[in-house]
């Protein structure tokens, strides 16, 4: 199984980023996905998830803002994060929703002036 995030980076306050996962190894269709993320020194923040049928969740502090999406042609999950804000900042991993030691080295999001 492999994972690989890819489209962190630097956002001004306001701005977007579009993350992707793209993944191999396993069924992705029938599988939910997750994106979560990590301040260092602080604990592990689940961000959105979604099911294998398309429902979506998202975490009270990005409701609104960001949106996630799949692409079961390509095997990858997209995190779309919009009107960016500083707290945002933190390493962003995709991870399956069947075992949390399936995910990718993380990408990292700066959000900054």
């Known amino acids: 199984v492999q994972l690989v995030e890819s489209g962190g980076g630097l956002a001004q306050p306001g701005g977007s980023l579009r993350l992707s996962c793209t993944t191999s190894?396993?069924?992705?269709?029938?599988?939910?996905m997750k994106w979560y993320r990590q301040v260092p020194g602080k604990q592990l923040e689940w961000v959105s998830i979604?099911?294998?049928?398309?429902?979506?969740y998202y975490a009270d502090f990005v409701k609104g803002r960001f949106t996630i999406s799949r692409d079961n042609a390509k095997n990858t999950v997209y995190l779309q994060m919009n009107n960016l804000k500083p707290e945002d900042t933190a390493v962003y991993y995709c991870?399956?929703?069947?075992?949390?030691?399936?995910r990718g080295q993380g990408t990292q999001v700066t959000v900054s002036s």
């Open positions: 991870a399956t929703l069947r075992n949390n030691l399936e």
């Open positions: 190894g396993f069924t992705f269709r029938t599988n939910g």
């Open positions: 979604i099911y294998a049928n398309g429902d979506t």
